[in-house]
């Protein structure tokens, strides 16, 4: 039965994902989604069984998508990235211009890397590293505006992430985060924007690096985080369709933790320790563009659960959810708040009070 679920599951994503474009010739075909999952198991296996000291298979040179919801980035390095199928579970080395250009098991690509490296005297890290994460049932070439914001900062690389947003759970996307965060460690600072879910999954992130800091502290590198349209308190649209069937079918997991399964997430999210700032999609009159969201909204998420208490700054932009990350507006106060830890000005900062500041505040 649960074999079952699956198989009808990454049949109604490809119907879902068909919405945004066409499949890359190295996706599975899903059309035989049936038997590329009943190949799962034997390919896993054959994967493990190759070590690094074996040449990686023949490879054919193709250009890819970057990775659509079936791939998850493992280790990036200089814009090449390595990237594992959660359905087969083999990995492939795609280059700045997502040609691949190795496959086989992790060490396999991680060795091919290395080579490139090697070849090209590739510098580094060890400057500041800008971190982007889609939202939910997205792909990292929605964030490509992002990049491009961002990018020419002096001593600065910018990476999108590639994240299986609708085939795992908050935990999952966290843990791969954490493994793609570990190939920076000679970088002096680390910053996060993120769309939507990507949030949740930043602070999914620095609630597991608390949990194992002697003094429950986060990767004290991270300097500042953007968080664009974040559910910080779950989706009441979410909530409200926990229950129908193709919802359930579609967005899987990762949806009901926004949604029906919340305030169990909640209790496993942080609070930045560091700078962040939030912007939230507005119609700016009060009452929004979705009549099923109380208050103003973005026309998925309502601008009340884009606030977290300890934000530095706080902005609104008239624009919808799924447009946000593109946004002229949206991309200047980006990389205004990343360069300078504010959105417009250091005077016209609007912070959230945190609960400490609120309860001191209060007895005043």
Not at 116 to 138: E, F, K, M, N, T
Not at 173 to 182: G, K, M, T
Not at 199 to 227: C, S, T, Y
């Amino acid at each position: 039965m649960r074999t079952l679920r699956a198989k009808n599951r990454v049949c109604w994503i490809a119907v879902f994902l068909s919405s945004f474009a066409p499949l890359a010739t190295d996706q599975p075909t899903l059309s035989a989604s049936t038997g590329v999952l009943a190949q799962q198991d034997s390919i896993v296996a054959h994967n493990q069984q190759r070590t690094a000291d074996e040449e990686p298979p023949f490879n054919l040179t193709a250009k890819t998508l970057g990775g659509v919801e079936f791939w998850a980035d493992e280790q990036i390095q200089r814009g090449w990235r390595i990237q594992r199928n959660v359905i087969a579970g083999h990995c492939r080395l795609l280059d700045t211009e997502n040609v691949r250009r190795a496959w086989g098991s992790l060490e396999q690509c991680q060795k091919a890397l290395n080579t490139v490296a090697q070849q090209q005297a590739w510098p580094r890290s060890d400057g500041r590293v800008i971190l982007v994460l889609h939202g939910l049932g997205s792909f990292r070439g929605r964030m490509q505006h992002v990049i491009e914001a961002l990018s020419g900062m002096p001593n600065t690389e910018v990476y999108g992430v590639s994240y299986p947003s609708l085939m795992s759970d908050v935990d999952d996307h966290a843990a791969q985060l954490a493994r793609v965060l570990s190939g920076f460690s000679d970088a002096q600072e680390i910053n996060f924007v993120g769309h939507s879910l990507g949030n949740i999954v930043v602070r999914r992130l620095l609630a597991l690096q608390m949990e194992n800091h002697p003094q429950g502290k986060h990767d004290e590198r991270i300097k500042r985080i953007v968080m664009i349209a974040p559910p910080n308190h779950g989706s009441s649209r979410a909530a409200a369709w926990a229950e129908n069937p193709l919802f359930k079918s579609v967005i899987g997991e990762t949806g009901q933790q926004l949604g029906a399964k919340w305030n169990d997430l909640a209790k496993q999210l942080a609070t930045p320790q560091c700078e962040f700032g939030i912007i939230a999609g507005a119609r700016g009159d009060g009452n929004g563009w979705n009549a099923n969201i109380p208050g103003d909204d973005d026309g998925t998420i309502s601008v009340e659960t884009t606030k977290l208490p300890g934000a530095s700054d706080f902005v609104t932009v008239p624009v919808f959810h799924t447009l946000s990350e593109s946004n002229d507006k949206v991309l200047a106060y980006t990389a205004k708040f990343i360069e300078h830890g504010f959105f417009v000005s250091a005077n016209a900062r609007q912070p959230i009070e945190s609960t400490e500041e609120k309860i001191i505040n209060d007895k005043n």
